[in-house]
């Protein structure tokens, strides 16, 4: 998974206390968590783990969640899991979240992956996951810049996962998640909303 940090809200490096493992799919974007397990390891394991799947891979062709043998194994993970959190990708769309808000409610974490700087989605899933009620952990992977971390942050987002190469200058990070922290007029500026009506 290559080297990887978690940091908080607050700039703070949780990497060391993060027990989320990815399951490891052809498909798994490099940084979704700090380490891997195959499916096979899982099963064979006596002690359970923080598990986080791929979305995608849950999903029939019309975007609802799949049933039948999917919807076993779904179960089946979950049964030798003892926190399951789910990633997004940009194959899915905001329509997609909200369809599916009563099984990301009760997810423990939802991983959203940024596939490129330039991708603005990540905003929109974050704000959507809060505005239909979700209250886990959420966490950004991928190619968000460091001056995107405040703008997620209001969007809704909690933690960020940050390559080595991102944590180089640990000034210019904690920069990143103090940008906003106040408006023109002294007001905390996280308190806000996002489009303020005048």
């Known amino acids: 998974m290559g080297n990887h940090h978690v940091l908080n809200s607050k700039g703070i490096d949780i990497g060391q206390s993060d027990t989320w493992l ?18 096979l390891e899982l099963l064979h394991k006596q002690e359970k783990f923080d598990i986080v799947l791929p979305l995608t891979d849950l999903l029939n062709a019309e975007g609802k969640l799949a ?3 999917l919807q076993q194994l779904n179960e089946l993970l979950t049964e030798h899991a003892s926190r399951v959190g789910v990633w997004v990708t940009s194959d899915n769309d905001t329509d997609i979240l909200v369809g599916l808000s009563d099984f990301l409610l009760q997810q423990d974490l939802i991983v959203i992956h940024v596939p490129a700087f330039t ?6 899933y974050a ?11 959420i966490r950004m992977a991928g190619k968000f810049g460091r001056d995107q971390i405040a703008y997620l942050l209001r969007a809704g987002a ?4 940050l390559s080595e ?30 489009f303020a009506g005048t």
Request: glycine share 12%.
């Open 22 to 39: 990815a399951l490891n799919t052809d498909e798994l974007p490099d940084g979704i968590a700090l380490s891997h397990i195959s499916l």
């Open 67 to 69: 049933g039948g043998l």
């Open 119 to 124: 991708d603005g989605r990540g905003f929109s």
């Open 127 to 137: 704000q959507t996951l809060r505005q239909i009620g979700y209250q886990g952990e």
């Open 158 to 161: 909690d933690s960020f996962v």
């Open 165 to 194: 190469h991102d944590m180089k200058s640990i000034s210019d990070i904690s920069q990143a998640f103090n940008a906003l922290a106040s408006s023109y007029d002294g007001r905390d500026a996280s308190a806000l909303p996002m």
